[in-house]
C-alpha cells in the first residue's frame, strides 16, 4: 500500500521544529520545502521480506514525465528518518529532482533490490531510470565502496555524489560512473588524504569526475557547520 504524506510540520513522523533546534542533527530549511510530496512505498526482499522506502517528489510534480534521481545510500546505522537524511532528500527535490530514502539492515541486498524495485516500477514512479545517482556521506560512503560493484552494475548507476569519506583508489575499484567529490579541507586526515590520492590516480586514468572543495569545511560540514554554500 502506498501512502502520501503533505503535512509541513510532520515528515515522516519527525517533528521539524524539535529538529532544527537539535544539537545533534541539523535539519536544513530551504524554500518550497513543505511543499515536497512523500510517497512511502514497500520494496520486497526475495518476495519474502518487505523494506520501507520513501520517495520524495518536486512540488508541482508533472507525474507524465519521468525525472532523475538521487538514492541517499543508508547502512543499518543511519536510519532514514534521521534528519540530515530527510532534509537533503527535500532539498533534492526543491531543485527538481526525486530523491529516494530507505531502510537498509542489510546495505548490500537492500541496494540491489531497492534499484530492481525502482526499475521494475519506473513508469508507476515516474522515474528516469536510465539518470539515477546516488550519493553517500561519511561511513555509508565507505559502505558503498565496500559492495560487490559487479551485483549492480546492470543498473547502470548514473552518477555518484561523495563526501566526508575515504574514496577508493581507481585502480582498485572500477568506476563506471562520472564522480561528484565534496572535499572538507579540515576533514579527518584519512579523508583528505585518500582524496589528494584519487585526484591524483584519477587524472593518469582520465576519469570523469567533478570536485566542490571547502577549504574550512570539516567532517560532515552539511551537519555540524552549516553554512549560506
Known amino acids: ?135 553517500a556521506f561519511c561511513g555509508t560512503a565507505n559502505r558503498f565502496f565496500s559492495m560487490n560493484y559487479n551485483r549492480i552494475q546492470k543498473y547502470n548507476l548514473s552518477y555518484g555524489i561523495f563526501f566526508s569519506c575515504t574514496i577508493p583508489s581507481p585502480y582498485k575499484y572500477k568506476f563506471s560512473f562520472p564522480l561528484l567529490i565534496v572535499n572538507s579541507g579540515k576533514d579527518y586526515k584519512v579523508c583528505t588524504q585518500s582524496f589528494l590520492r584519487f585526484k591524483n590516480e584519477a587524472d593518469k586514468l582520465g576519469l570523469k569526475y567533478k570536485i566542490i572543495d571547502y577549504p574550512n569545511g570539516i567532517h560532515r560540514f552539511d551537519v555540524f557547520q552549516p553554512t549560506k554554500k
Open 1 to 135: 500500500m502506498e501512502t502520501i504524506n503533505t503535512k509541513s510540520k510532520f515528515i515522516l513522523g519527525i517533528d521539524r521544529k524539535k529538529l532544527v533546534k537539535s544539537n545533534d542533527w541539523l535539519v536544513h530549511i530551504t524554500n518550497k520545502m513543505d511543499l515536497v510530496r512523500v510517497f512511502s512505498v514497500n520494496y520486497s526482499i526475495n518476495n519474502e521480506k518487505k523494506r520501507r522506502a520513501e520517495i520524495y517528489y518536486p512540488p508541482e510534480y508533472d507525474f507524465l514525465l519521468k525525472k532523475p534521481a538521487i538514492i541517499l545510500f543508508a547502512v543499518k546505522n543511519y536510519p532514514m528518518d534521521r534528519g540530515s537524511y530527510v532534509s537533503w532528500a527535500e532539498m533534492i527535490a526543491v531543485n527538481g529532482i526525486i530523491a529516494i530514502t530507505y531502510e537498509a539492515p542489510d546495505y548490500e541486498n537492500d541496494f540491489k533490490y531497492l534499484l530492481e524495485y525502482i526499475y521494475q516500477s519506473k513508469k508507476r514512479l515516474s522515474i528516469n531510470t536510465e539518470k539515477i545517482g546516488v550519493m
